[in-house]
């Protein structure tokens, strides 16, 4: 029943559909014509028909939407990751920069020498290795200063404290070793006259230094006294500044190498984590120029890598130099995707062969395989290596009975997660060799035969933990894969609604085509024209 108080235009459109002699108003509506503005033809389409086009629309949308950001995905992720790294409080790394959470660990292998005699007589030395025995090495940073150029400096605290269960010993187990700085002295005195010599010889025999003695390991390592440097430290305390001698002496609690400056990567994301200074220097005065360039990280985090042909550089303040790693493969730690770096054959290389590496060399160049240190260590006869001589010339390891070499134990290498630049696992192995040479005029070393003589082999590694593996993986990995994820299920839909719309359309062309039907075509020749009455009779046409 129609309300009395309806208006009569009300009353007539009601009763018109009631006897079916107009459509409804939706209805005419989703049946209005559709204007091709390219012909100025118009086309009578059905509701399946709007709906076909909005679908391919919305699928053409999706479709640009997603193979666009797949190909700027780099571009994206990249601006996402240095966001986050940045070297600044609230930064998601900063807390992972400042105190270490990786549990570091680092694993003395000392060579204990097992024929003394032979060897004063001129004969080829024969060692065993002994170890590990194992710290736990704590880091952080302290004394920290930002400075407006986007760079912070601080120190580098470390300490150590030993692991019994993860140690072959204690650190109270002996063995015979070289009388280190019995050996740099005659090292010192061998360009001297031959009195100098003579008297040298008998001060060494009257303080009874033999050129091998027993040692503790812990003295060995973290120090004990020298009656040697003693004296000379009365004499020359400029020159000597302790009268005790130890591989890392003074280095067990509380040390520091030096003074960083680092960027932070708020301004340039390139330059995250790389040391701009060491100790006030951007050059090291030790090494001719080109070499001594302060280059590269401490190797603990890098700018993201998003070539894998680009070098990693180290900076590593016990060779006063930089070196670099090169990209081996893809792995993951902890299911976290990485990117594995090792030191290359290229890096060990002698300035003999490579004038790369020529401006490293001191007075000589050393074979291939070791690191010439002395110029930054007092010009003592020290030398580093990789253990065992790996990656050495051959010459290196024949000269030493008990030596083997082999790449699963000895390489160093870091795995780093690509996107942000962390690594997530490291072991650097050095070992520290001695040139032992016969000294005329030098009781205890004029017999010897030139040797360059492994002392210890030390392996720094660490790896993250499940806890740590897992919040990174939130997010970090997961986000990323979320986002990726994202773009190609929006790619894929926005393709699979265009293809669907297509193969509909194909379709009703040729069934249209196989039973006559053209589509109702209405010509626009007037403005007036262009709106189709809402009230039109099913009669009309």
């Not at 001297?192 to 008998?202: E, W, Y």
């Not at 004296?231 to 400029?238: L, M």
């Amino acid at each position: 029943m129609l309300n009395r108080k309806s208006s009569i235009y009300d009353q007539v459109h009601f009763a018109l559909i009631r006897k079916k002699r107009i459509k409804p108003l939706r209805q005419a509506r989703m049946e209005q014509p559709i204007t091709r503005w390219w012909t100025g033809v118009r086309l009578q389409c059905s509701p399946m028909a709007r709906s076909a086009r909005c679908a391919g629309i919305v699928g053409v949308t999706c479709l640009l939407i997603g193979t666009l950001g797949l190909c700027l995905y780099n571009t994206l992720l990249y601006t996402f990751v240095t966001k986050m790294m940045v070297l600044q409080e609230g930064s998601f790394i900063y807390n992972f920069w400042k105190d270490i959470p990786i549990p570091i660990y680092m694993q003395f292998y000392l060579f204990d020498i097992l024929n003394v005699d032979e060897v004063m007589k001129g004969g080829k030395p024969a060692v065993q290795q002994r170890g590990p025995y194992t710290y736990r090495e704590y880091r952080n940073k302290s004394s920290l200063q930002f400075h407006e150029d986007d760079t912070v400096s601080y120190l580098n605290v470390k300490r150590y404290e030993f692991v019994p269960e993860m140690s072959v010993g204690s650190e109270n187990d002996t063995l015979t070793t070289l009388n280190i700085p019995a050996m740099a002295i005659s090292w010192w005195l061998k360009s001297q006259r031959a009195g100098i010599k003579d008297a040298a010889s008998l001060a060494l025999l009257l303080a009874g230094e033999p050129l091998f003695f027993r040692r503790s390991v812990s003295g060995l390592i973290w120090g004990y006294p020298e009656p040697l440097l003693a004296a000379a430290h009365r004499f020359a305390p400029a020159l000597i500044r302790d009268d005790k001698f130890g591989l890392f002496l003074n280095q067990k609690t509380n040390s520091t190498d030096g003074v960083y400056t680092v960027f932070t990567g708020r301004t340039d994301p390139a330059k995250f984590a790389d040391i701009y200074q060491w100790n006030g220097m951007t050059k090291l005065p030790y090494w001719k120029p080109p070499c001594g360039r302060v280059n590269g990280t401490e190797g603990i985090m890098f700018p993201p890598i998003e070539d894998t042909e680009k070098r990693l550089y180290i900076f590593v303040s016990d060779l006063c130099r930089s070196a670099y790693l090169t990209y081996e493969g893809a792995r993951a730690v902890g299911g976290v995707p990485v990117y594995r770096y090792t030191l290359p054959p290229e890096e060990l290389r002698s300035g003999r062969s490579d004038p790369d590496t020529a401006c490293y060399c001191g007075d000589t160049c050393l074979p291939d395989g070791l690191i010439d240190v002395r110029n930054c260590h007092l010009d003592a006869p020290v030398v580093l290596s990789l253990p065992h001589f790996y990656l050495g010339n051959e010459s290196l390891s024949r000269g030493v009975t008990g030596l083997e070499p082999n790449k699963m134990e000895h390489q160093i290498f870091l795995d780093v997660e690509p996107s942000t630049g962390v690594a997530l696992a490291a072991a650097r192995r050095t070992q520290i060799n001695i040139i032992v040479s016969p000294v005329t005029h030098m009781r205890e070393t004029e017999k010897v035969r030139e040797v360059v003589l492994p002392i210890v082999w030390i392996n720094e590694s660490a790896a993250v933990g499940p806890d740590f593996t897992q919040y990174f993986w939130d997010q970090v990995v997961l986000k990323e894969r979320a986002g990726l994820g994202g773009l190609v299920a929006m790619a894929a839909a926005g393709g699979a609604l265009v293809l669907l719309v297509s193969l509909w359309s194909c379709s009703k062309r040729k069934d249209a085509a196989e039973h006559g039907v053209r589509p109702r075509i209405i010509q626009a020749t007037k403005t007036g024209e262009e709106a189709t009455p809402l009230l039109q009779s099913e009669g009309r046409t």
